[in-house]
């Protein structure tokens, strides 16, 4: 990984983040909203007074995992398209059933943890991105489901 050139490679996970797995972004220009709820229309949208609804917001995943590959361990961050293969669903499906059932995000992280996947790493381009990017993920099991669908099944619920 010395040029920065993305990589790939096999590897296991074994921890992932299931404290931290989202935040929320503009559902019209994606930006990052504020933590601080009171706050959470978008300043950048939500200027039509005649219509206070245009502007909403929606999560998207941002995801912390290690991972083992061959040579190393190391901590890659997952961002939605990523991490939606590991949960197969959004990140507003994933939290909506994570209020219903509040251990769901620590149960993804023991269905997730010993899987093993083909991944695509690229190291981040300037100094303030601490990880490396996942920028694809591959489950090498055949026999791998989103975790969302095995959530289902552990906690009994019909997908619709
Ligand atoms: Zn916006």
């Known amino acids: 990984m010395e040029n920065g050139k993305p990589i790939t490679t096999m590897c296991a996970v074994i921890a992932m983040d299931y404290t931290n797995f ?3 972004v503009c559902s019209i220009c994606e930006r990052t909203l504020p933590v601080n709820p009171s706050s959470s229309l978008c300043k950048f949208c ?4 005649f219509n206070p609804g245009s502007s909403s917001s929606k999560r998207v995943f941002r995801l912390l995992m290690s991972i083992a ?3 190393e361990v190391q901590t890659v961050i997952c961002f939605d398209r990523v991490a939606k293969v590991l949960f197969g669903c959004s ?3 994933f939290f909506d059933f994570a209020k219903l ?3 769901a995000a620590e149960t993804v992280s023991e269905i997730l943890v010993g899987e093993m996947f083909r991944i695509t790493i690229s190291k981040p381009k300037n100094g303030n991105a601490q990880h490396s990017r996942v920028v694809q993920i591959v489950p090498l ?3 791998f489901q ?3 669908i095995r959530l289902r099944e552990l906690y009994g619920v019909n997908s619709n």
């Not at 939500?46 to 007074?49: G, I, P, Q, V």
């Open 22 to 24: 989202c935040y929320r």
């Open 46 to 49: 939500n200027f039509n007074a």
């Open 69 to 71: 590959t061959d040579k």
């Open 91 to 93: 990140a507003d499906e």
């Open 101 to 103: 059932h509040p251990f």
């Open 141 to 143: 099991s055949s026999c």
């Open 146 to 148: 989103p975790a969302i």
